[in-house]
């Protein structure tokens, strides 16, 4: 067997699974931690390293010894800014626990710096010069100006090491010093896997060829352990989700993507040598393998779920499980529709009737849920009279109104009255056989079982609404006093209800009038900085936030006005941008009043969490601003 080839591929597909690793930890902190300046300067770094590893499969099995020093070359741009992206990841991280006045000028110098060395590596031979192959791997031969680079690239790695170092002393809380250890391990992975050591003496003629690749095979192993530790890490930096939340997605996120893609590519390797040994075609077993070893892999995630669980939250398994119940067994508004329409449609074939409909019974008040086959407005069913109607009471249970057949939906206890059911008067006469009665009750049955699940329902999620800023507040001041104790009181409570309130009277007054000249949002931040576009004035720069909030609500595409995902947008704009009644609006979207107003409340309470989001972010970005100004 011929171990040096055998090697060599095995640190090709470890080198292309570093490169995966790499690309994928940068996808995820810029999706879900692109706010976090100590993410932000990881992912540069993470660009070098897939730079540097991108050159190194380029030049796998390269026989043009011309394009390969080229390529070779290349790499240089990733390494020569290395160390000036060392600095600004080490200074971020000090900045996470204490103030820090990094001079500005020397940054700028350090990237000036790598942008000259890359040009001098790729255009002249003052750095890198003379490429040649050692023990089979392709290196250049230092140039006059590789040494004090070289000095500078170990002193900024020390640097930066030692800033972790002081970092992780001045965290508070067990967690916070375990996770800052193992950004100091992994500290150094960059610095290893884009450093070209062979560029100092070469590789040794008098060791074996297979030991060198032993030891990039061990590196590179090394390398994206130590980059996933780092990313574990800065994946808490700043982040507002709960802990298990991060562990869970970054967990499954790994095994879904670089834990996937070296396991299609070891396949994939595997495969190539057996095409060989059974003198198929090429690439027709290794692309099926590495098809196939995705596939698994997924199932694999997917079936390990419960395991995946149990060893990320074992001291909370029971309330996460329940947590996860929940989310399981909560239906969508979309849901009840559909198991209701589902419902009348079975009641009207099952007493031949040409239609009919299902009324709920909200604010003393019949509001039109579903219908199928003839059409009934939302004014017949409005101007129903409940009291009137029971005086028709049959033996059956139903009622009889007009030409309809109406039976009540009421709760377990048959003590308060939910909804209605309306039939088109079927073709079939009172009373109904035992068989057909019995059907017709268990449907009934079932429809106020929905009824009633959906208003225990919106009990829970509106409790739950007036959690999320509170838990939002808690995930805030844990971000911070994780790491860092100073000025711990900049997080004041804010309470939904009064923002909610104030953003109505903004609305009710939007052109002109007491309640929006002496609304308290008038002092917030955005609306301060946006007065500078408004002829300094805060009451035009309200009334842009405002608009630029409703804006938001909007959804993609044709705008539609009964459409329920347009509903709250529509209300907004309509009732209060361009002035309309509530009537006016009501008859225009095909809702009652008495819903009308029960969506409204919905949509300035979505409105007033626009609006503290965008005070949020403004804060944001003047805190980030502000550490840049004072060096």
Not at 55 to 71: P, Q, W
Not at 94 to 109: A, C, I, N, S, Y
Not at 214 to 229: E, F, H, P, T, Y
């Amino acid at each position: 067997m011929d171990w040096l080839n055998f090697l060599i591929h095995i640190n090709d597909v470890l080198t292309a699974s570093v490169s995966a690793t790499a690309f994928a930890l940068l996808l995820y902190l810029f999706f879900y931690n692109r706010r976090s300046r100590v993410a932000r300067h990881f992912n540069k770094l993470l660009g070098c390293i897939i730079i540097v590893y991108l050159v190194d499969i380029l030049l796998t099995g390269s026989r043009n010894h011309a394009l390969s020093e080229k390529l070779l070359r290349l790499q240089w741009l990733g390494i020569a800014f290395t160390p000036a992206l060392y600095l600004e990841f080490a200074h971020a991280i000090q900045l996470t626990v204490q103030e820090d006045h990094f001079p500005r000028w020397l940054r700028v110098g350090n990237l000036v710096m790598g942008g000259l060395v890359t040009l001098f590596a790729f255009f002249t031979d003052l750095v890198v010069h003379n490429g040649i192959t050692s023990a089979g791997a392709m290196h250049l031969h230092a140039g006059p100006l590789f040494y004090p680079f070289a000095f500078l690239f170990i002193a900024a790695t020390r640097w930066g090491l030692r800033v972790t170092t002081r970092a992780r002393q001045r965290c508070y809380t067990s967690a916070a010093r375990r996770r800052m250890a193992y950004l100091s391990i992994g500290f150094v992975a960059p610095a290893i896997g884009v450093f070209p050591y062979l560029l100092i003496i070469g590789w040794p003629a008098a060791l074996p060829s297979n030991m060198l690749w032993i030891s990039l095979i061990l590196s590179n192993l090394a390398i994206a352990i130590m980059l996933a530790m780092m990313a574990y890490s800065i994946a808490f930096i700043g982040a507002l989700s709960p802990e298990r939340v991060i562990k869970h997605r970054l967990v499954r996120f790994l095994l879904r993507g670089p834990l996937t893609a070296l396991l299609a590519l070891s396949v994939f390797g595997i495969g190539l040598t057996g095409e060989q040994k059974l003198g198929l075609e090429e690439h027709t077993l290794s692309l099926v393998a590495a098809a196939i070893s995705i596939i698994l892999a997924q199932l694999g995630v997917e079936l390990g779920k419960p395991l995946l669980d149990l060893a990320l939250y074992r001291h909370e398994s029971q309330e996460i499980a329940q947590i996860q119940e929940l989310s399981q067994r909560l239906l969508t508004t979309a849901d009840i529709e559909q198991f209701l329409e589902n419902i009348l449609a079975a009641m009207c074939e099952l007493l031949n009737s040409r239609g009919g409909f299902i009324a709920t019974w909200e604010e003393e008040q019949l509001h039109r849920e579903i219908w199928c086959g003839l059409h009934i407005s939302e004014e017949e069913v409005a101007n129903f009279s409940v009291p009137a109607a029971a005086k028709s009471l049959q033996t059956s249970g139903f009622l009889i109104w007009d030409d309809y057949w109406i039976a009540p939906l009421r709760d377990k206890s048959a003590e308060h009255l939910l909804g209605l059911v309306g039939l088109r008067k079927p073709d079939t006469t009172l009373p109904l056989p035992p068989t057909q009665n019995k059907q017709l009750a268990e449907l009934l049955a079932q429809a106020s079982a929905a009824l009633e699940d959906r208003r225990l329902q919106e009990i829970i999620l509106l409790a739950f609404s007036s959690l999320y800023d509170e838990l939002e507040e808690i995930q805030q001041r844990r971000s911070r006093l994780r790491y860092d104790q100073a000025e711990p009181d900049q997080f004041t409570h804010v309470n939904s209800e009064e923002v909610a309130a104030q953003v109505h009277d903004a609305l009710a007054h939007y052109w002109g009038g007491p309640r929006l000249t002496k609304n308290p949002l008038l002092d917030l931040q955005i609306v301060q900085q946006s007065s500078a576009q408004h002829d300094y004035s805060t009451i035009k720069a309200l009334r842009s936030i405002l608009s630029e909030g409703i804006e938001r609500l909007r959804p993609d595409g044709k705008r539609q006005l009964t459409a329920p995902e347009w509903l709250l947008y529509n209300i907004l704009e309509l009732k209060f941008l361009r002035g309309k009644t509530v009537r006016e609006v009501a008859l225009r979207l095909a809702v009652s009043e008495s819903s009308f107003y029960r969506k409204q409340r919905v949509a300035i309470e979505n409105l007033s969490q626009i609006i503290m989001e965008m005070e949020k972010e403004a804060h944001q970005q003047n805190s980030e601003r502000k550490p840049s100004t004072e060096s």
